[in-house]
């Protein structure tokens, strides 16, 4: 079985796993997430905090089975932190940041999922975003990701590797179920930087990591 067939077999696996929760253990396992997440992501925004511009999130409308992440983003509106979530284009399988300022901002787009409305401030400068809150099926403790199969994160990430410039802080909220003994990783696929869940908060050791 090649990796692409492992990643395949996998993802089916994990999404049958996520799923099993039932709604009162996905509702306390997310807010054990949503606590950890608060605390680690709002202390890294804040360290960006400039005269230039507001610190910037990248985040997700959560979808299906996974982990109701939208805490964070409602902390940083209140907060007057920028807030973008992306709008894709399945056709070439790309994405595109918009900023959000309320839940007015967000409509039914690709697969079903929540997406910014076209009309709004697109997000060119992608040096701009400082910390990624990033969605997955299956992670593993050296910060290995399994994505949903559509590459998007992917592209987006290779596009900080390709201008040689520094990534991002790479955050992911998951439930315990979801750490798995290894992510298989294709050459484009990404480790994230901290990885969170229910009962724990990881760090990666960033400087050992950005020279793999």
Partial sequence: MNIKERKIELRKQMAKLRASLSDSERKTKTAAIN???LREV????????????PPTLFTYMPHKTEADVTPVMEECWSRGYRVVIPKSFPEHRQMRLHEIRS?????????????????????????????????????????????????YYDRFIQRYVRAN????????????????????????????????????????????????
């Avoid at 901002?105 to 400082?130: C, F, K, N, Q």
């Fill in 165 to 212: 410039r520094p990534k991002p802080y790479l955050i992911a909220g998951a439930f315990d179920l979801q750490i798995i003994p290894e992510v298989p990783l294709g050459l484009f696929d990404f480790r994230v930087h901290h990885l969170v869940t229910e009962t724990r908060s990881t760090k990666a050791n960033l400087n050992m990591q950005e020279r793999k």
């Fill in 35 to 37: 606590e950890k997440l």
């Fill in 103 to 151: 839940y007015e901002d967000i409509a039914s787009g690709a697969y079903g999922i929540r997406e910014p409305m076209e009309s709004l401030p697109t997000l060119h400068e992608i040096d701009e975003v400082d910390v990624i809150l990033v969605p997955g099926l299956a992670f593993d403790l050296k910060f290995g990701r399994l994505g949903y199969g559509g590459g």
């Fill in 42 to 53: 709002m202390e890294r925004l804040a360290s960006a905090q400039t005269d230039k511009r």
